[in-house]
Antibody, heavy 121, light 106 residues
Framework: EVQLVESGGGLVQPGGSLRLSCAAS????????INWVRQAPGQGLEWVSY????????FYADSVKGRFTISRDNAKKSLSLQMSSLRVEDTAVYYC??????????????WGQGILVTVSS | DIQMTQSPSSLSASVGDRVTITCRAS??????LNWYQQKPGKAPKLLIY???SLQSGVPSRFSGSGSGTDFTLTISSLQPEDFATYYC?????????FGLGTKVEI
């Protein structure tokens, strides 16, 4: 069974840092691209960051560029999101989501349960 | 970045109704359009990929159509478990933009 499990969330002050992790199981992690997606309270979904299967290709949303760093350890089947210079507007539930390429058309086929990050003084 | 505009933002419907949600991209995304369903407190679930292909395990009352800039998600006969928020997403570019969502409620 494919599973993605996020951890590391919590309460942090503005300007602070936090590291999220996503543990994968039930599939060959090193074969798949992964994304972070977030959802502010009562709001819609916002794509945050992407990392290719080998870790060579990385992209960020403009809203987090220069503050967040995505990485992966294929040997440990884990994904990380290092968040720094956090802002109140970064408060959200953060999801990791696997990319599946359906005949060249990618979609997020499996999602973690989400982890809440609250940025507040 | 490619902007995705969904309409309506919410709708009221009854069990058995046919429901249509539209999604418009700010530029052509060919057929790179996905639809997700999200229930409160849960992660999104993939319903439709590549504009019109049904994800495994998703009931056939869900269907998608469109290409270029205009896309549609249709629920042919709304069931009680379909009351949720629906999001479109473009996968044409790696900014993976989502629409703002359509809440389907009674």
């Amino acid at each position: 069974e494919v599973q993605l499990v996020e951890s590391g969330g919590g309460l942090v002050q503005p300007g602070g840092s936090l590291r999220l992790s996503c543990a994968a199981s039930g599939f060959t992690f090193s074969n798949y691209e992964i994304n972070w997606v977030r959802q502010a309270p009562g709001q819609g979904l916002e794509w945050v960051s992407y990392i290719g299967s080998s870790g060579d290709d990385i992209f960020y949303a403009d809203s987090v560029k220069g503050r967040f760093t995505i990485s992966r350890d294929n040997a440990k089947k884990s994904l990380s999101l290092q968040m720094s210079s956090l802002r109140v507007e970064d408060t959200a539930v953060y999801y990791c989501a696997r990319v599946y390429n359906f005949l060249g058309s990618p979609a997020f086929d499996y999602w973690g349960q989400g982890i809440l990050v609250t940025v507040s003084s | 970045d490619i902007q995705m505009t969904q309409s309506p933002s919410s709708l009221s419907a009854s069990v058995g109704d046919r429901v249509t949600i539209t999604c418009r991209a700010s530029q052509s995304i060919r057929g790179f359009l996905n639809w997700y369903q999200q229930k409160p407190g849960k992660a999104p679930k993939l319903l439709i990929y590549a504009a019109s292909s049904l994800q495994s395990g998703v009931p056939s009352r869900f269907s998608g159509s469109g290409s270029g800039t205009d896309f549609t998600l249709t629920i042919s006969s709304l069931q009680p478990e379909d009351f949720a928020t629906y999001y479109c997403q473009q996968s044409y570019s790696t900014s993976w933009t989502f629409g703002l969502g359509t809440k389907v409620e009674i």
